[in-house]
């Protein structure tokens, strides 16, 4: 399709487990993002890539938490160590670029569920 | 630090009644102004933007004005239906020195419009 796609769409992991989230932005956006949504705490900011270079990772809650992309395109977000707090929606969005006002656009999330 | 202030739901209206809601910002500076949707089992869509003063951002019948001297960007509509059921979010976003045009999000509004 042609919007952002994620997998896997809902996750249930034990506590302790590592997960591994996917995102397939749009073809062409240079800039990619991944947030979190949970209960009581809105949509967080966690990391925003420029090509492959993550010029902000500010929102990563712990150093239990990392992301990469590779190829400009297909971007990873590791979860070591799982606990409970971490159960939430990850959405990961991409816009053509930095600049400008470009639209972010949203997938529909993966669904993490820590047991 | 940068923030979004928006009217906590749940807000229950018939069809065809009036609807606003609240958004209020907090930031150093001028940034864009956003409204996001996202209906039941989807993800997160733009609804309307603004990027200067005194804009009108408008789509589907939803109008919001970015005012700078009140610092608000509330979302009306004048005939709502039972479609527009969905959760509405209020954002913002900077160049912030560079390419990230991350969003920063208020809470989220959920609207349920009854026949």
């Known amino acids: 399709g042609a919007g952002v796609s994620q997998s896997p769409s809902n996750k249930v992991t034990e506590k302790g487990k590592d997960v591994e989230l996917r995102c397939d932005p749009i073809?062409?956006?240079?800039?990619l993002y991944w947030y979190r949504q949970s209960l009581g705490q809105g949509l967080e900011f966690l990391i925003y890539?420029?090509?492959?270079?993550?010029?902000?990772k500010s929102g990563l809650p712990s150093d239990r938490f990392s992301a990469e992309r590779t190829g400009g395109s297909v971007s990873t977000l590791t979860i070591q160590r799982t606990q409970q707090e971490d159960s939430a929606v990850y959405l990961c969005?991409?816009?053509?670029?930095?600049?400008?006002?470009?639209?972010?656009?949203f997938g529909e999330g993966s669904w993490l569920t820590v047991v | 630090g940068d923030s979004v202030t928006q009217m906590e739901g749940p807000v229950t209206l018939s069809e065809e009644a009036f609807l606003t809601i609240n958004c209020t910002y907090t930031?150093?500076?001028?940034?864009?102004l956003f409204w996001y949707v996202q209906y039941p089992g989807e993800g997160l869509q733009l609804l309307l933007k603004?990027?200067?003063?005194?804009d009108k951002g408008s789509n589907k019948g939803f109008e919001a004005t970015y005012r700078k001297e009140t610092t608000s960007f509330h979302l009306e509509k004048g005939s709502v239906q039972v479609s527009d059921s969905a959760v509405y979010f209020c954002?913002?976003?900077?160049?912030?020195?560079?390419?990230?045009?991350?969003?920063?999000f208020g809470k989220g509004t959920l609207l349920t419009v009854n026949p």
């Open positions: 954002a913002l976003s900077f160049n912030s020195g560079g390419s990230n045009y991350k969003l920063t």
């Open positions: 603004a990027t200067k003063a005194d």
């Open positions: 969005a991409s816009s053509l670029g930095g600049g400008g006002g470009n639209t972010i656009y």
């Open positions: 930031a150093t500076g001028y940034p864009s």
């Open positions: 073809s062409g956006h240079t800039a």
């Open positions: 890539f420029q090509g492959n270079s993550a010029p902000d």
